[in-house]
Every structure is written in C-alpha cells, then in structure tokens.
C-alpha cells in the first residue's frame, strides 16, 4: 500500500512556496504608477494598464507552474516528461491570491487573506503531487480538491472582469481559454489519464455562446458568474457521466441539483 502513497519533498514545497508568498509580500513595500497602453483596433480601442501588481502576477505564475513540475519531477511513479497539465492549476491559484490582495488595504484583512492563500498553495500542490499516480489511495481526494479548486478559480475570474466593467471581447478571451483548459484537465483526472479534448472543445463553444447571450442582460456580476459557473459543472458533469457509461436515467440528477444551489445562491447572495 506504501508504494502508492507518496508526499512531494518538504524542502522543494517550502522553497516554491516561500518565493511565491515573498512576490506577493513585495507589494507591501514595492510600487510604481501605472502605465496605460492603448492599441487601435479595428472596432475597438484596447487598453491595457500595468502596475507592480501585475508583472508580479505573471512572476508568481510562472514560479507556480515551474514550481509544480519540480515538485512532480521527484515522484516516485511520474512517467514521461509530459507534464503541462499540472501546471494550470496552481498557476491559476497563486495568480487569483493577487486578486483580493491588490484591492485590500494592507492590514489585518490582508494579512488574513496572505495567510489563507498560503495554506491554499500548500493544499493545491499537494493535490497535484498526489495525482500524478492514480493508484493513489487519496487520488479520489485530491480530484475533488483539484477540481473544486477550479470552479472556484474559474467563479472568481468571471465575476473579476465582470466587475470591473470590461467589454465582452475581453471576459471572451478569458473566458475561452479557461473552459477549455479547466474541462480537459477536469475529465483527465476523472477519468483517471484519458484526455477528452473533442468534449472539452464542444463544451468551451457553448460557454462561449452563452456567455456572449447572458453578458448584455441586466445580471449582477455575481448572478452571471454563478449561472456561468452551474452550466460549466453542469456540462463537465454529463460529459463524465456520458464517458463513464452511468445511467442516461440517473446521470442528470446531479448536474441539475448543483446547478439550482449555484444560481440561487447568485440570486439570493446580494
């Protein structure tokens, strides 16, 4: 049973997280205004600013995703050098824990959140780590970790954008990306290493679409994100069920019932 139960190195896990954490730490006491750039397009002018806050953004992804595949490079069962697809997640993490932090005043709230996306990262690259051998007795665990995570990284993008009052073709060219990448990562780890990217391309193509249907209706940020949100796991959810040959009579019980909690919850959350 020991041959397939494995934790990442305490010293590589430390070290990634610690440099992680110190970037986020530097804003405390780093800054520079902000630089606006425009750029002409046909239809539309984009603009685009930039603070320390974000080129810390991009760091910390980076130093996430390299983080993770050196953590993952010491597992006993890793096979194979392919090893992108742990990346999105933590990456996808460490740069959501910049979220509240730019908009938080430092403080004791600030310091509260530093300390819970630490522990956050921590859990997310252990996740990670114990996927990587599906014979893992925690694997089931760590799937549901992992995917949880990403819903949740997946809400807080939308209702980010959203907020913040940018067009359409700016929530798209997030919004796309992310779906696809969150439903083929999700199906691998539920289907324990078979990618179903033709699943993960025909569900991004319907978000997209209804994503462009509902951003012009009078919803809250908060409603859009979470109806958003019930149709992704709605749609994740029938695709597995679909692959996993479950019971056409029984396989929408689940996806149906989650996805009434999550609007609901958008609609009575004020």
């Known amino acids: 049973m020991n041959e397939h139960r494995h934790n990442p190195d305490l010293d590589r896990l430390s070290v990634v997280n610690a440099l992680i954490l110190l970037a986020y730490a530097s804003t405390v006491v780093i800054s520079f205004p902000t630089q606006t750039f425009e750029l002409q397009l046909p239809g539309f002018l984009l603009v685009v600013n930039i603070n320390f806050l974000t080129i810390v953004s991009i760091v910390v992804a980076i130093l996430a995703a390299a983080g993770t595949d050196w953590l993952i490079s010491g597992h006993p069962h890793q096979s194979g050098t392919i090893r992108w697809h742990h990346w999105l997640v933590p990456s996808l993490t460490a740069?959501?824990?910049?979220i509240p932090l730019g908009?938080?005043?430092?403080?004791?709230?600030?310091?509260?959140?530093?300390?819970?996306?630490?522990l956050l990262l921590i859990g997310v690259f252990v996740a990670e780590y114990i996927s990587v051998d599906f014979l893992d007795i925690r694997y089931s665990f760590a799937v549901i970790g992992?995917?949880?995570?990403?819903?949740?990284?997946?809400?807080?993008?939308v209702f980010a954008i959203t907020s913040a009052g940018f067009r359409l073709y700016t929530l798209l060219?997030?919004?796309?990306?992310?779906?696809?990448?969150i439903t083929a990562r999700t199906l691998f780890l539920r289907l324990r290493g078979n990618w179903r990217l033709a699943w993960a391309g025909g569900i991004t193509l319907i978000i997209a679409q209804l994503t462009a249907a509902l951003f012009y209706l009078p919803l809250r940020p908060l409603q859009f994100s979470m109806i958003l949100l019930s149709l992704l796991y709605a749609l994740i959810t029938i695709s597995f069920s679909i692959e996993d040959n479950r019971p056409p009579e029984t396989m929408w019980i689940e996806p149906v019932i989650m996805s009434t909690v999550f609007i609901a919850l958008g609609f009575i959350i004020k």
Not at 146 to 157: D, G, M, Q, T, W
Not at 173 to 181: D, E, N, R, S, W
Request: hydrophobic share 70%.
């Open 173 to 181: 060219v997030a919004v796309v990306p992310t779906v696809f990448l």
């Open 95 to 98: 740069v959501a824990i910049g």
């Open 146 to 157: 992992l995917s949880a995570v990403s819903y949740a990284l997946f809400l807080i993008l």
């Open 103 to 118: 908009t938080i005043e430092v403080g004791p709230a600030w310091w509260i959140v530093f300390g819970l996306g630490a």
